[in-house]
């Protein structure tokens, strides 16, 4: 079965620092991959997605990143970290449901910033 | 702005009792989502439709029901509220019929507590 994991509850960046969030999902064929963030007490917002072709993808905020079909892996990153990024970060995978797909997510990785 | 709601933000309710969660989305899209999300899970779908009068069961779809009647509502039953379903229920919504390419935009959420 399709599976998302995000070995990181939490993490704690200072601000200004370098970030990576990680993500190893299982899925048998080639998959379509998210990362949606979720500020306190809002919605999800899309960042970036995966589906084919280069694998370094470019998101809003400054945020990127690599699919590692070798390692299962999705990692987020960013060089520089602002108060502002202080959320949840969610990794998903598109899986087939039926004869069409859904979403699956991982548990999430809440991003907190040290001033 | 075209944008997607939910009503109510906040609801506390007893055990055995009826309670609907409205969603509404301006976006015109064909496709709408009801997810919960509970800590360390993510969130799970519930259910989904992609179209007037078209509905379908996801992940934990037991003791909750839906129904589109139009393009812009997917109210969500719980026809017996249970304290296994005190959570936070995410609306989302779609624009094409089984395209993983479309972005998935949110609702605020609706925190129930079920007592």
């Known amino acids: 079965a399709q599976s998302v994991t995000q070995p990181d509850i939490h993490i704690t960046v200072s601000e200004g620092a370098s970030l990576e969030l990680r993500c190893n999902y299982s899925?048998?064929?080639?998959?379509?991959l998210f990362w949606y963030v979720q500020s306190p007490g809002q919605g999800l917002q899309l960042l970036l997605k995966?589906?084919?072709?280069d694998t370094l993808v470019q998101g809003i905020k400054g945020f990127e990143a690599e699919f590692k079909r070798s390692q299962s892996s999705f990692n987020l990153r960013k060089p520089s970290v602002h108060w502002s990024d202080a959320a949840e970060y969610f990794c998903a995978v598109g899986a087939p449901m039926d004869s069409n797909y859904q979403l699956i997510w991982g548990a999430g990785t809440k991003l907190i910033i040290k001033p | 702005d075209a944008e997607i709601t939910q009503s109510p933000r906040h609801k506390i309710t007893e055990t055995g009792r009826q309670v609907t969660l409205a969603c509404h989305q301006t976006?015109?899209?064909?496709?709408m989502f009801w997810y919960r999300q509970d800590l360390g899970h993510g969130l799970r779908l519930i259910h989904y439709?992609?179209?007037?009068?078209?509905?379908n069961k996801g992940e934990v779809s037991d003791g909750y029901s839906v129904s589109r009647s139009n393009t812009e509502d997917l109210p969500l039953t719980l026809e017996s509220a249970a304290s296994s379903q005190t959570s936070v229920y995410f609306c989302?919504?779609?624009?094409?019929?089984?395209?993983?390419?479309?972005?998935?935009?949110f609702g605020p959420g609706t925190r129930l507590t079920v007592l």
């Open positions: 899925y048998g064929a080639t998959p379509y």
């Open positions: 995966y589906f084919s072709g």
């Open positions: 976006w015109n899209h064909n496709n």
């Open positions: 439709s992609y179209g007037v009068q078209d509905t």
């Open positions: 989302a919504s779609s624009e094409s019929h089984g395209q993983l390419t479309d972005t998935q935009y």
